[in-house]
């Protein structure tokens, strides 16, 4: 007795929600959606120079606005993705051995460790050399 | 599968992406809280942020003055160059991921449209905050 | 069939018969289950109990032959190494892995990944090939260490069902090909480095990947392809600095 042999690929179709399995590809979709705010907030500071170009009057006005609540708000939520994006990446660039200790990569707990300690360190040093601290 | 042709154009905008990331991660969470918060959290004093603070600021007063006079000149660079790298490194890294963001909500056929609008949009915004934050003395 | 007192597992199918039904639909099954039980017992336990047209992949039963991954409870696993008493929800949901083309059941289309392998030249190339009578290129243990991570793919494809880039554009060359690129690149016997980088680092190349490093989670050996395409991707950014910096020095 012949059998006809079916052979019909199936093809699922991935759902919009797909991220919303999985912690891991929410936290993903997080990471990537920082750059959103990374972008809005270099056109606020380009807004900001532009504001302080315009004089006095101009700035007073924007920094009205600035200080707005709505603002303040917004500006803390940047931070916030501005934070998540700083320890995402070091332990992204951690898993991308850029040099090697005794032939070896270093441990990526070390680099995330060394990147965490710079970047507090560094953020320091800007708060004393260009604001003349507190 | 058919040999594809070597992507020569991705890898520079991956160096910038990368380079930028660097820059965003280490200075733009401090730049943030001191330029957008740290007033209204009563960290810093008006006189700081007020028009004639923020143009003391861009001069590069507070790091001329720590930098004394061997180094003094460079304060007035500083406070440009920081607000140039972190403009031209958060467009250039910022818009590059973005691109993926759309990629990967079905865009990814757009890419011969969206690649130069979004690198363009980095590299004019760049220019500006080149031409901006050197136009103060 | 079971005693009394047996502990009962309930098990959530995914079944696909292309010569009944068009679309896949779930089945499911209670069966006896004892706590050293795996999720391919359990499916041996359906075959050859319950119902003998379930189809799935398997054959070594120990993790190394790669053929018995599955989509349980949402994440690609091998069901060889895979615990029903870790496993919290029930009833317990087995998929064919994602991102691939269903067959039957749980028997997925392996044809595209079988071709992005071969995409990444993974062999050894050499300019210059010696004579078979020198013997064999040889290798420290040191140099063997440097690909011996990216050396141990099994081919699961476990990587690829976890891929969301793979899963939005099916020419992705994605997670595994990438690695066995890389192993290939960190051998001190290859010589085809510019030749291979070429074939990865294309629009659907190792410059798609975001990143995302679910590949690196799923899988089973430890390989970390996410960590192994960003490696290729800084070699060919650098070489491509190098040949634009330097026109004319030798690459």
Known sequence: ??????????????????????????????????????????????????????????????????????????????LAFAILHSVTWFALTAKVPLFRIKGRPPPAALVIGASLAIWVALSLLIVKLLYGGF | MAAAEVDRVTPMFWGLFSAGGFVVAFLLPVFIFMNSLAYGLHVVPWEKVEYGGALRWIRGDPATALLGSTLGWLGGWLPKLFLVLIIGGGLFHGLHRFKYVLYDVGLHRAKKVLDPILYGIAAAGTVAAVVLAFSFP | MADRGTKMIKLR??????????????????????????????????????????????????????????????????????????????????????????????????????????????????????????????????????????????????????????????????????????????????????????????????????????????????????????????LAATRLMKAMLLPLAPR
């Open chain 3, 13 to 234: 199918i995914s079944r696909y018969r292309p010569e009944r039904s068009g679309e896949p639909f779930d089945q499911e099954f209670t069966i006896p289950y004892r706590d050293d039980m795996v999720v391919l017992d359990a499916l041996n336990y359906i075959k050859d109990h319950i119902d003998p047209t379930l189809t799935y992949r398997w054959s070594c039963r120990m993790g190394i032959c790669g053929s018995c991954g599955a989509n349980v409870d949402g994440t690609p696993k091998l069901t060889c190494a895979l615990y029903l008493r870790d496993l919290k929800k029930r009833p317990v949901l087995i998929e064919p892995l994602a991102n691939f083309a269903v067959l039957k059941d749980l028997v997925v289309d392996i044809e595209p990944f079988m071709e992005k392998l071969e995409a990444a030249k993974p062999y050894i190339i050499r300019k210059d090939e010696r004579p078979i009578e020198r013997g064999e290129y040889r290798q420290t243990p040191e140099e063997l260490e440097l690909y011996r991570q990216q050396s141990l793919c099994i081919n699961c494809m476990l990587c690829y069902s976890a891929c969301p880039v793979y899963g939005h554009d099916e020419k992705f060359l994605g997670p595994a090909a990438s690695a066995l690129a890389l192993r290939y690149e960190l051998d001190s016997r290859d010589q085809g480095s510019e030749e291979r980088l070429a074939a990865v680092a294309t629009e659907h190349g190792i410059w798609q990947c975001t990143f995302v490093g679910e590949c690196s989670v799923v899988c089973p050996k430890h390989v970390d392809p996410a960590g192994a395409i960003q490696q290729l991707k800084a």
């Open chain 1, 1 to 78: 007795m012949a059998v006809e042999t079916v052979r019909k690929p199936y093809v699922r179709q991935r759902s919009a929600w797909w991220w919303t399995k999985n912690p891991r590809y929410v936290l993903f979709q997080f990471r990537e959606l920082s750059s959103v705010f990374v972008v809005l907030y270099a056109f606020l500071v380009l807004w900001q120079l532009w504001a302080l170009r315009g004089g006095s009057d101009a700035y007073y006005a924007f920094l009205v606005m600035w200080y707005s609540r709505p603002m303040m708000a917004l500006n803390a939520v940047i």
